[in-house]
C-alpha cells in the first residue's frame, strides 16, 4: 500500500472521530474495506463497544483495540485447534500493541488521557475508571484536550505499516 493510501486512511479516522465516533470505530471503519467489510455501518457497530477502552471503562485504548480488531481480520485464525493460526494472529497483535505502547507509552485509555499515571493500570483486576457510561459531550473544547485524534491516525499508520510487509 502506497504512502499517501496509508496517509488517507489515517485521515479518515480522524474524521470519523470528529464526527462523533469512538477511536475504535475510527481505526476499524477506516480499513475494514480492505477484508471486504464495505459496509461502513456494520464495521462501526462491529468496533462500537471498544470505545472510550472498552465500553468507556478507560481500560484498552480504542485506537489500539481497533487495530486489533483489524489483526483479526488480515490473520486471525477460524479453526479451533488452529494453533499455528493463532500464535501468528497474537505476533501480530503484540507488535501492533509494542509499536504502539513505544510510542505513547502506555495502552490504557486512563493514562493517555493522563487520568491515571503510565504504568497505574496493570494486570488483573484493572480499576474502573470511568463507570458513567454517557459519553462526552463532543464539542470543540473536547477535540482540543484530546490527544485521542492524534492516536487515531498513528494506529492506522501502524496498523497498515505492518500488514504492507
Known sequence: MEKEEIEARAQRAVELFKQGFNCSQAVFASCADLYGIDDEALALRLSASFGGGMGRMRLVCG???GMFLLAGLHNGSCTPHDNEGKMANYALVQELAGEFKGKYGSLICAELLGLAPKGAVTGY???????????AERTP???EKRPCPEMIAEAVRIYLGKIKN
Open 141 to 143: 473544547e473536547y477535540y
Open 125 to 135: 483486576g484493572l480499576p474502573v475508571m470511568g463507570e458513567d457510561p454517557k459519553p
Open 63 to 65: 485506537a489500539a483495540s
